[in-house]
């Protein structure tokens, strides 16, 4: 198999971490050939981390050995670097979010259909264990059908350094976590949105939103709660799911969770009322222990392919693309609504 | 003190819960001197459990021993007894919802006006111990200004027996726990409603909601989420409180929960990335140990008076209502607004 030679644009904590992590598990298919980044601090790190770097991008673009190019700069700076890096006859590799707003990637779209290169966007949490358990779930019915869906992450510690700040470069939460979270469930979720109500969060006094939170019907009656927060000293569980035969927890990325399923007894089984703050509740009331039954979480949808590989086979012409241009255009549109609105 | 002669309308849950518990322990102010009931098995009951019964609901307003009335009917037979309680002379407490919509409250807000009788609607979740928790932290500032406040009862039982699945009778979920969720917030948060959102639940088939689920935005940034389940076979924290300067949780009815609070220190304390999922994230890590500190929950605002014991001092023009009814009216219209949306 021939290799397929990178370049790595951009030596942030993605670049490195995508120059010295997620590729480097790749070996036998990808071959890191070079680091450039427009920050002379960052291409000595790069230097140091033992990476062959360029003078400058020019010199990226010439270099016929490139294969491929994956873009891990600024948000505002993706569309530019991907359509020089096209029509130099690259194959782009793109961190999230793709661009700045669907009219940027509806250029981005005319030069792939010029140039016929592969362009994949690295939507990586769809192949994040804890959503591949939900995806499961949702599969196999184990509690039943799906209908709810609550998918929250929580820091506290405010929105990450420098350019993610500002506006001008594409920074804040919505693009940077609700680029993930939305791909998830729009992904999984066969079924078009029917409403959607989203709420930003400026609580720290930033000019780009520093979390949000969203309430999603779609056409089938799914609802989904969209939550991210950066200033949440104790956390909410990473995933709340209920179906028509139980609930499912996700609590967290280490996959603790439990899940709680009916056991469909014949006889209706009457819960005991319960003390509830100074008043009596049956409602309220846990299901009786012979109503339910507590089940482990399963392993997790499985991926037979990882981002990486898969894009060295769509550059092959050999498979379709797991990400799909077309799915990265719809989330970029619900967030520009959001934005926009 | 002269206590208080008391009738009990209507002997199934909440009726019996106020003669045998809640006025037992005020034997000091009250005297729960009979009971009334339509249904015959109710009555028997009421007799079994060693309380005097009255023949029929006329015996009970001509009884001129009776001084007050407790009304646990269902919701949509609430304004008549009450109104023929006022003009029989009787003082009321009345279940929660107060009645079925603003417009019957207007009624019954005439009759106080012309008979000069007290009428306080039992919103006793006022007094739960969790709610008082929030309320003293709210006060206290403990955790910093507090902007964000979730609300949630989860339970897997369904909507609770009989007449509560009946639209006619005032059932569903938002009347009935709804009003106790609103009610509480409403009455805490001193600035008015910008913008509510609410989503009703009707995954059982009911023709009443068996949950809901609202965003309140109020006109000084407090973002407020109120949730109500009764499908739920795993729950979520009742109560999830953003401050600026922490978080809290309290997770259940036995008050049980965690408040976690930040040091401010001068310098900032950087945290350290953490995978998650097949991602890194500095943004979602936990905050570094020297950072934060985890705190008891306060003990929670104390009550100077129980309900009944503020609707004695009430009736006897010794005291304002714990309970105003322009509050109740409040919560109703808010309601009203959600369900004939």
């Known amino acids: 198999m021939t290799k397929l030679k990178i370049a790595v644009i951009g030596y942030g904590g993605m670049g490195s971490y995508h120059a010295n992590t997620i590729l480097a598990k790749e070996k036998d298919l990808f071959e890191v050939v070079g680091i450039y980044d427009i920050d002379s601090n960052r291409q000595a790190h790069a230097i140091q981390d033992g990476l062959p770097v360029y003078e400058n991008l020019e010199e990226v673009l010439k270099d016929s050995n490139v294969d491929a190019l994956l873009i891990a700069t600024p948000n505002d700076s993706h569309k530019e670097l ?46 994040d264990p804890d959503f591949l358990i939900l995806k499961e779930l949702y599969e196999n019915k184990e509690i039943g059908e799906i209908f709810q869906i609550e998918s929250r992450v929580h820091g506290a510690n405010g929105i990450p350094g420098d350019w993610r700040h500002k506006k001008e470069h594409g920074g804040g939460m919505l693009l940077d976590w609700g680029v993930h979270l939305f791909d998830q469930l729009l992904w999984m979720i066969d079924s078009p949105i029917k409403k959607i109500e989203t709420d ?35 956390k909410l569980d990473r995933w709340y799911i209920k179906g028509t035969k139980g609930t499912a927890k996700i609590s967290d990325w280490d996959l603790t969770g439990e899940m709680v399923v009916s056991k469909e007894t014949q006889s209706v089984v009457h819960p005991t009322p319960i003390k509830a703050g100074v008043g009596l509740t049956k409602t309220m ?57």
């Not at 690259?90 to 669907?102: D, R, Y």
């Not at 930033?206 to 104790?234: A, C, H, Q, R, W």
């Not at 392993?299 to 990486?308: D, T």
């Not at 970029?332 to 934005?339: F, G, K, S, Y």
């Open 200 to 234: 930003l969060s400026f609580v720290l006094g930033n000019e780009v939103d520093d979390g949000f939170f969203s309430y999603i019907t779609f056409e089938n009656n799914m609802k989904v709660l969209v939550e991210v927060g950066t200033t949440n000293y104790t």
């Open 82 to 127: 991907a359509i020089r890096g096209m029509e130099a006859g690259k194959h782009i590799v793109c961190e999230k979010p793709a661009v700045m707003n669907p009219q940027e990637f509806h250029e981005i779209q005319k030069v792939i259909e010029r140039t016929g290169r592969t362009f994949m966007v690295h939507q990586n949490r769809r192949w």
């Open 285 to 341: 009331a846990p299901p009786s222990e012979e109503a339910t039954t507590k089940k482990k979480l399963p392993k997790g949808h499985e991926m037979n392919q990882s981002f990486y590989q898969n894009f060295y086979h769509v550059v092959k012409n050999e498979e379709e693309p797991l990400v799909k241009n077309e799915e990265v255009l719809h989330v970029l549109t619900l967030m520009d609504n959001i934005l926009t609105r």
